[in-house]
T-cell receptor, first 114, second 113 residues
Framework: DGGITQSPKYLFRKEGQNVTLSCEQN?????MYWYRQDPGQGLRLIYY???????QKGDIAEGYSVSREKKESFPLTVTSAQKNPTAFYLC?????????????FGPGTRLTVL | DAKTTQPNSMESNEEEPVHLPCNHS???????IHWYRQLPSQGPEYVIH???SNVNNRMASLAIAEDRKSSTLILHRATLRDAAVYYC??????????????FGQGTILTVHP
């Protein structure tokens, strides 16, 4: 089945540790995205990548880093510089559909920093 | 980015139609209207999108006002599985905003059996 996988579903880390969240897609989509969602809020864009080896900051990139070495993979590292890392993290990829992009989301990773 | 305004919450009964409104008075000519929905503890799911004409797919219909300053997502027969947060989003396709979606608070839809 084609889709987006994120692992793990739940992640616990101690304060001050860097942590990397995995995102893989087999949809052959060029563009990929990382969002953060806090309780009761909408999604906020962290980083996005339109092609391999290129990515741009979103609205809340501080304290995060990404890489895009392969088309199907877009890992997100939450660094110790991120002040409030506990959140629900969502990865998405997109395809062009009738003139605009349709985004497909993974199941998310819920990160808790203790 | 152009903004959208949606009611915080709406309620419906099962098997009845649901009309979810969205205002976007500052929409530009190149903005597409997208709808996504998010079930609890899941990633958002694409529902439908359109530019000027009304659109239908297997999930829903999208009715766009002639001046494009508002739109309505129509679920023809609500089921309990349609209970979710519905997001109306404007997306500019082109330039540095390629594919970028800005999620607001959305409308929480409650469906009663």
């Amino acid at each position: 089945d084609g889709g987006i996988t994120q692992s793990p579903k739940y992640l616990f880390r101690k304060e001050g540790q860097n942590v990397t969240l995995s995102c893989e897609q087999n949809l052959n989509h060029d563009a990929m995205y990382w969002y953060r969602q806090d309780p009761g809020q909408g999604l906020r864009l962290i980083y996005y990548s339109q092609i391999v080896n290129d990515f741009q900051k979103g609205d809340i990139a501080e304290g995060y880093s990404v890489s895009r070495e392969k088309k199907e993979s877009f890992p997100l590292t939450v660094t110790s510089a991120q002040k409030n890392p506990t959140a629900f993290y969502l990865c998405a990829s997109s395809m062009r559909d009738r003139g605009t992009d349709t985004q497909y989301f993974g199941p998310g990773t819920r990160l808790t920093v203790l | 980015d152009a903004k959208t305004t949606q009611p915080n919450s709406m309620e419906s009964n099962e098997e009845e139609p649901v009309h979810l409104p969205c205002n976007h008075s500052t929409i530009s000519g190149t903005d597409y209207i997208h709808w996504y929905r998010q079930l609890p503890s899941q990633g958002p799911e694409y529902v439908i999108h359109g530019l000027t004409s009304n659109v239908n797919n297997r999930m829903a219909s999208l009715a766009i006002a002639e001046d494009r300053k508002s739109s309505t997502l129509i679920l023809h027969r609500a089921t309990l599985r349609d209970a979710a947060v519905y997001y109306c989003i404007l997306s500019y396709a082109g330039g540095t905003s390629y594919g970028k979606l800005t999620f607001g608070q959305g409308t929480i839809l409650t469906v009663h059996p």
